[in-house]
């Protein structure tokens, strides 16, 4: 898996992503929350995510979008050292419900934990 986050890459299905949040299960490392779905799709992509930042917390689209970037970022660095042994396909929604604004590093840390917490969880 590539250090990239192509457009097949990016969970974008309405109907995926209501039956994520109906039937998926979660992880939390706070301020994140990792919501998941074994699945299955055409293409040869092992997972599709999505990010999201609540719009109660943060008002401005300016604060969102900043916060959904490194969100992106971090992913985008750390999908390869977690998920280049996994065969399951997984849909895969990254939620930010911590009230502050973060940095890229408390970003990073929280995102390989929370990957941690996952694969613990799903090798159960």
């Given at each position: 898996?590539?250090?990239?986050?192509?457009?097949?890459?990016?969970?974008?299905?309405?109907?995926?992503?209501?039956?994520?949040?109906?039937?998926?299960?979660?992880?939390?490392?706070?301020?994140?929350?990792?919501?998941?779905?074994p699945t299955t799709f055409n293409d040869k992509v092992k997972a599709k995510t999505g990010?999201?930042?609540?719009?109660?917390?943060?008002k401005t689209a300016v604060s969102r979008n900043h916060i959904k970037r490194l969100l992106?970022?971090?992913?985008?660095?750390?999908?390869?050292?977690?998920?280049?042994?996994?065969?399951?396909?997984?849909?895969?929604?990254?939620?930010?419900?911590?009230?502050?604004?973060?940095?890229?590093?408390?970003?990073?840390?929280?995102?390989?934990?929370?990957?941690?917490?996952?694969?613990?969880?799903?090798?159960?």
């Amino acid at each position: 898996m590539a250090a990239s986050y192509p457009k097949k890459e990016k969970l974008k299905s309405k109907k995926l992503i209501d039956q994520l949040f109906t039937d998926g299960q979660s992880v939390s490392a706070f301020p994140l929350r990792l919501v998941y779905l074994p699945t299955t799709f055409n293409d040869k992509v092992k997972a599709k995510t999505g990010v999201s930042v609540s719009k109660r917390n943060f008002k401005t689209a300016v604060s969102r979008n900043h916060i959904k970037r490194l969100l992106r970022e971090a992913y985008r660095l750390n999908k390869a050292d977690f998920f280049n042994n996994t065969t399951t396909q997984y849909a895969f929604m990254i939620l930010y419900i911590g009230k502050d604004k973060p940095t890229f590093a408390q970003v990073e840390t929280k995102m390989k934990h929370l990957f941690e917490k996952f694969l613990d969880k799903v090798s159960q």
